[in-house]
Each structure stands twice: as C-alpha cells, then as structure tokens.
C-alpha cells in the first residue's frame, strides 16, 4: 500500500510521546481495518500513522485532541491505500455457489477480506456495550458490506455508526461541513441496507450451548468422521477458503468436498481461537512422514443455535503468525 516507514523510525521517539501514541493503536487498527478489510494492510497503515504522527509532533498545537488528530492522519493513510484499488470481498459475494467438481480457481490475495483476532481491535478496557459494538462491526459481512462504499462515505459512517462520533466531529476530522457528513452518512446507509449483513452469533466464552457445539466440531473434524460433521452443519451452510474463489452450499456438497478433494485434511489437528466476533479455529494438516503437523488454514466460523451456517476458510499461513499461533499444534507430541 506504499508505506515506506518502519517501527525503527518510532523506535526514536521520545519515550514519552511514543507511549502516548501507541495508546491509540488498538482502536486506530479497527479503524484501519473496517476500511481497508486487509488485516495485514491495517497494520501497516497504522504504523504509517503514528510514524507520521511523530514526524509532524513539532507542529501539532493542539486545537483538536490527539486521539482527532491521528483520526486524521489515519483517514488519509486509508484514502491513499484506497485510491484506484478495487474493493475486497468474501468468496460468496463474487459469484453463485459452485460445485464439488468445480475448475479450482486461485485469485490474488488482494480480491479477499482478512480475518482480523479480536484482541487487536477491541479496544482494552471497553465495557460490555462498547466491546459488543466493536466486535459486531468487525464481523466479515459487515467489513464485506463496507468495501461497497465509496472511501469518504466508509469513513464518515465508521466513525458515526460505529464510534459513535459527533458528526461536527466528523466534519472537522474530514475538513468538510456538517450537513456534508449527514448526507454521506445517509448515502452509506442505503447502500449497507441492500448488503446482506447476516451472520451468525458473537463468540461468547460463556455461552455453553456454542462452546459444545464448537467441541463437537473439533471432535468430528479431528476424527474426520464427515457424517458427524456435517450433521453439525445448517441446511444452508456455506464454506468458502480464499485465495480459492470457489464456495460450496449445503452439507452434501460440503461433505462430498472433505471426503473427496479435501481428504489430504484427515488427520488434521485443530487449535480454538476468535476471529472477527466470531468462534474460530487454527487447522493443521499432516505433513510428510512421522506424523507432523504444520499451519494450514484459519476457519472463522459463523454459528446459530446449535449449528455451524458457515465455514470461513482463509488458507493464508501468515495469519497464524499475526493470531499468535504456534507453528506446531503440538511440540511436545
């Protein structure tokens, strides 16, 4: 996205200013990614920001916050990551469902949101309201949704809807008039309100109910016993794995896909973590002889009740790293 500093650049800061602003990287990184749905990229569209930060400290007087003030500069680091790039998308908004013999397509890592962990954007300390909100709007379809708008018009309704921001706070941020940001955030949410922004529930470590059916999942796929896992699945579920652009409905031809094109997954072992609001699990396929296990896919799963409506498959290694994910699911065997 053309960012050309590094951590090395804050690392001279001034202790004191680099404390104040690495203060504001949590929240700063779900700002970043709502909209640029790219985890990755929102990492570094952050540091971008508080290395740009420090470099102009000398001549921010202080007529806003600092917290408005790294809005600012983050709103622009976005729109120029933004600027002639086409928008990110979920494997299912691209085209119809496919099937199970299906030519197997893998397009470039850019075409796809990214699942993000919570722990990098829930802001530390939130109460139980402001932790709701912010894990609801990193669900995968609502930052899916928020790629169908225009940059501006994304800014102003994640800062209004979801920050809850004043919109002559909008307007000062953007530079723009009041009545500019009520009629972008009026645009905004008639575009989102033709998106399908279903998903299923918020992981709750609480939740007995979803922690059994997350157990019984893991027992079915580990085991590899499909008719169990599949009986776990709804009606209508749907698996999808980018950078693969194919997705498939329906337990049948989910099953028939892991008992056919999927079968190099038995044997898999499976690591619980959280993704976008949502129960998730870290896959480890075998590999080679002696029974080793090595990072495969992160399945962000979407749940209901007592069934699983959708596998969200991302077979992109690097985000075991960026979960804090051991390379081997078991070191000591």
Not at 70 to 79: E, G, P, Q, T, W
Request: glycine share 8%.
């Amino acid at each position: 996205m053309g960012v050309t500093t590094t951590g090395d650049d804050l690392a001279r800061a001034p202790g004191e200013l680099v404390r104040r602003l690495e203060a504001h990287r949590r929240e700063l990184t779900g700002f970043c990614y709502r909209m640029l749905g790219s985890a990755f990229e929102a990492e570094d569209a952050v540091q971008e920001t508080l290395v740009r930060a420090w470099r102009a400290y000398d001549r921010f007087e202080g007529r806003s916050s600092l917290r408005s003030w790294l809005y600012r500069i983050a709103s622009n680091v976005c729109f120029d990551a933004l600027e002639g790039r086409r928008r990110r998308a979920r494997p299912v908004d691209l085209s119809p469902a496919g099937s199970v013999d299906a030519e197997l397509v893998w397009l470039p890592g850019d075409t796809w949101v990214e699942p993000i962990p919570d722990a990098r954007v829930v802001p530390a300390g939130a109460g139980p309201e402001e932790a709701v909100l912010a894990r609801e709007s990193i669900r995968l379809a609502f930052v899916a949704a928020l790629q169908h708008l225009p940059p501006r018009q994304r800014a102003v309704l994640i800062l209004r809807d979801v920050l809850r921001w004043r919109a002559a706070e909008v307007a000062e941020l953007l530079g723009t008039t009041v009545v500019s940001v009520n009629s972008l955030l009026q645009r905004a949410r008639t575009t989102l309100a033709s998106q399908d922004l279903r998903s299923g529930e918020l992981h709750d470590p609480a939740d007995a109910r979803q922690q059994a059916l997350l157990r019984r999942y893991v027992d079915a796929f580990e085991r590899y016993d499909i008719d169990a896992l599949v009986a776990l699945l709804h009606e209508d579920a749907t698996m999808s794995m980018p950078p693969l652009g194919l997705w498939l409905r329906g337990p049948g031809d989910i099953g028939r896909w892991m008992l056919t094109r999927g079968i190099e997954c038995k044997g898999s072992r499976l690591v619980p973590t959280t993704a976008n609001g949502a129960p998730a699990v870290a896959q480890y396929r075998p590999s080679g002889p002696g029974g080793a296990h090595r990072p495969w896919n992160l399945q962000v799963l979407d749940v209901a009740g007592d069934r699983v409506v959708a596998i969200n498959g991302f077979l992109d290694t690097r985000l075991f790293g960026l979960f804090g994910l051991p390379d081997d699911p078991d070191p000591h065997g």
